[in-house]
């Protein structure tokens, strides 16, 4: 069975930053394309980052750009999302996601495996 598991998340105060982990199991990683989404209160499931197997591809929603990161980790089974400057916008659950194709995506459905979801509360 597949399995993704998030860590990471917390309360943190406007302006502060957070690095999201997402572990993978040894063959769930063997999943080229891999991305992160996020949920707030009352809001549809949004789109943030994605990246390919070997790293070198990546794309960030406008709502992102500039201000998070995300990289992966291989030997380590291991994605992260680094999150700077954060906003009370920001409080979301956040998602680690995986789907099985070498091309990375954007869409909600196009992602197969998703994990359970790590909280962030950003105060302002």
């Known amino acids: 069975q597949v399995q993704l598991v998030e860590s990471g998340g917390g309360l943190v105060q406007a302006g502060g930053s957070l690095r999201l982990s997402c572990a993978a199991s040894?063959?769930?990683?063997?999943?080229?394309?891999m991305a992160w989404f996020r949920q707030g209160p009352g809001k549809e499931r949004e789109f943030l980052a994605a990246?390919?197997?070997?790293?070198?591809?990546?794309s960030y929603a406008d709502s992102v750009k500039g201000r998070f990161t995300i990289s992966r980790d291989n030997a380590k089974n291991t994605m992260y999302l680094q999150m700077n400057s954060l906003k009370s916008e920001d409080t979301a659950v956040y998602y680690c996601v995986a789907r099985w194709s070498n091309a990375i995506a954007t869409l909600a459905t196009d992602y197969t495996s998703w994990g359970q979801g790590t909280q962030v509360t950003v105060s302002s």
């Open positions: 040894k063959r769930t990683f063997s999943t080229p394309a």
């Open positions: 990246i390919s197997w070997s790293g070198s591809t990546t």
